[in-house]
């Protein structure tokens, strides 16, 4: 297991480094010289060179994607930093904060909106998901199918505004804007979040529901009497799960980044908005940091759960393992 | 494959009526094609861009007096209109336009160059497959929207560096795809026999390997459609795609966000326009996948 484990960490290294080095290229070949926007408009090529060679950004392309990961230490002190392993990127173009610090102050509230959709997307979707199965064909079943798929093409953004509509203009049940000290406000912006991964994982419960209850052991199951509650909830729905909580575990990450366009809407203090104020105000260190945080945070979410499934089920493993062991074998043995 | 005994297209189209919700989704695409494609023919361009400003926020289904290059003439306002009195329909129609040529420009680039990478990595193998693949593991660690997001705010919003940016994104998924197909199918018969024959690599790819490994690829891009105008009408609600005033949804949104309590009407009608574009294609994707899916065939 610990194998596995660590082999998945050595995996991840390249896609972290492929990761950075795509961002770090935007930034390196957008136009606008970052020295330049710093300095007053009247100031002198000269000056402007100066501030570039105490920034690093006179250097190659390689070695600015060094400092980019280790740290710069420049000639003065005011433009150092200690590189991204450290998470220290150097300061904003605009609050001249830490752009981590910003990042890090913020990412707790991005993280509980998270959080409070995914409880929502799971307690609406496996219900829902069930009932539909259990009664393919029906008005029932149609409901939440049409629903399904009015949730998985429902824009985010646009969702968020109408139930402000609806629920904040209209009726005033909950606030417009939300604040992560105040749950109540949280209810509408987790909604929105949740709304597409509900959908989805509505669906895909109601789909491995029913191939599970064509399987040999249910219909064992009911052929020795058991009622069809236990049957459903005993042998089909164990099994049926195992895909959803896969999904489940793949949506953590999407959710994450969901939670930017939503934050937006509800001007809710977490990454997202931090991202959006800082394309607007065309802040390059805050942008990057951000998405790379992001990024990196989106790649750990996906590798815990991956390795949380080794645990759960072990025909992950097992099937991983495999696949190492004899390399190729695993397609050779999926092609017959 | 094993489809083409009896009229594959007929065939196909027989499964595919079957599922009257994708029949409603190709309706409704026709539907949206026809109106962008004559988009000028419906509203003329001035007008929806042009400011008229007396009837500002006039209501869904009110007439007003407009100005039509000089010319003052009745109009019937029908889903209302916005802050500037330009038509929230017309918009609307002309939106369409943007948004279709978006969804298909960026769904063939991905599939042209995703497919090409693809099929490449799957018929040659070591590597060079090696490489594209990893280069598309790499791709698809950064989250769609995200990456789009940071590739249009480092080279600034425009319409070209928006196609740019979600083609990229998009590209990916069709890399695996087709290097996945591919590997099932270039060591049958069939491949053999043409290679036996003397067909040159390109030829054996273009001709006997990827119109078998289409399948997948359709069910693919129709709903990568979907996925592309989401991610366009998005990043320009965010500010960074299609720049007002030109008409696009969610630009259109994004204008009409702070007038939600005195105007809902002009933040409603964009909305609906995305969803339902956006589910008609995922009908139809379903639809194609049931009916092409030789899984499923009885």
């Known amino acids: ?336 | 494959m094993a489809q083409k005994h009896r009229g594959p297209l007929a065939e196909f189209w027989k499964r595919f009526r079957k599922n009257r919700l994708a029949v409603i989704g190709l309706a409704i695409i026709i539907l949206y094609v026809v109106v962008a494609v004559g988009a000028d023919i419906f509203y003329t361009y001035d007008f929806i861009t042009g400011n008229q400003i007396p009837n500002a926020f006039s209501g869904v289904g009110s007439t007003g007096k407009i100005d039509d290059g000089g010319v003052k003439k009745a109009h019937l306002y029908l889903m209302g209109a916005d802050n500037f009195g330009r038509d929230v329909a017309g918009r609307i129609i002309h939106g369409a336009r943007v948004s279709l040529i978006i969804g298909f420009v960026t769904v063939a680039f991905a599939v042209i160059v995703g497919g090409g990478l693809g099929a490449v990595a799957g018929y040659y193998g070591g590597k060079l497959e090696t490489v594209i693949m990893r280069g598309a593991d790499i791709l698809l660690a950064i989250p769609n929207i995200l990456f789009a997001l940071a590739i249009v705010a480092a080279l600034g919003p425009s319409f070209r560096n928006l196609l740019l940016a979600i083609g990229i994104t998009s590209l990916p998924v069709y890399v695996r795809l087709v290097r996945a197909s591919v590997m099932t199918v270039k060591d049958q018969e069939f491949v053999e026999a043409a290679r036996a024959q003397g067909a040159t690599d390109f030829r054996i790819i273009l001709v006997h390997i990827l119109p078998n490994c289409m399948a997948p690829v359709i069910v693919q891009a129709t709903l990568g459609v979907a996925q592309s105008i989401l991610s366009a009408t998005s990043l320009s609600f965010l500010g960074l795609g299609i720049q007002p005033p030109s008409p696009e949804w969610g630009n259109m949104l994004s204008e009409a966000r702070p007038y939600l309590i005195s105007a809902p009407h002009t933040l409603i009608f964009p909305g609906l326009a995305i969803m339902t574009v956006i589910l008609a294609y995922n009908l139809m994707g379903d639809g194609l996948r049931d009916a092409l899916d030789p899984k499923l065939k009885r």
């Open chain 1, 1 to 336: 297991m610990i194998k596995y484990i660590i082999r998945r960490l050595f995996q991840l290294i390249p896609v972290l480094l492929g990761v950075t080095l795509i961002v770090f290229t935007l930034t390196y070949i957008s136009p606008g010289d970052p020295a330049r926007l710093m300095l007053p408009q009247d100031a002198s090529d000269i000056q402007v060179a100066e501030l570039k060679h105490s920034m690093g950004l006179d250097r190659t392309f390689v070695v600015q994607y060094v400092h980019f990961l280790f740290g710069y230490d420049g000639p003065g002190d005011s433009f150092d930093y200690k590189g991204l392993w450290a998470l220290d990127l150097g300061r904003s173009y605009v609050s001249n904060r830490p752009v981590f610090g910003t990042i890090l102050e913020r990412f707790p509230n991005t993280v509980l909106l998270t959080m409070v959709a995914l409880f929502l997307s799971i307690i609406i979707s496996i219900p829902f998901g069930i009932i539909s199965a259990t009664r393919q064909y029906t008005k029932t079943d149609m409901a939440v199918t049409v629903a399904a798929l009015i949730g998985i093409s429902v824009p985010a953004f646009w969702l968020g505004m109408m139930l402000i509509w609806v629920f904040s203009v209209n009726l005033h049940w909950f606030p417009s804007l939300a604040t992560p000290s105040n749950l109540w406000s949280i209810v509408l912006p987790s909604i929105t979040l949740a709304a597409m991964n509900t959908a989805v994982q509505t669906r895909m419960t109601r789909s491995s529901m029913l191939e599970v209850v064509r399987m040999d052991y249910i219909r064992t199951a009911r052929a020795k009497g058991l009622d069809e509650g236990t049957v459903i909830r005993v042998h089909a729905l164990r099994n049926a799960l195992i895909p959803v909580v896969t999904v489940i575990g793949l949506q953590v990450g999407q959710l994450l980044v969901g939670a930017v366009l939503t934050e937006t809407v509800f001007s809710y203090p977490g990454i997202g908005t931090i991202m959006v104020d800082a394309i607007q105000r065309k802040d390059t260190p805050q942008i990057l940091a951000s998405v790379v945080f992001v990024a990196l945070v989106f790649a750990l979410v996906n590798l815990a759960v991956d390795i949380l499934y080794a645990f759960i089920d072990p025909r992950i493993k097992a099937q991983y393992v495999g696949a190492a062991k004899k390399k190729g074998g695993l397609f050779r043995g999926s092609k017959a």
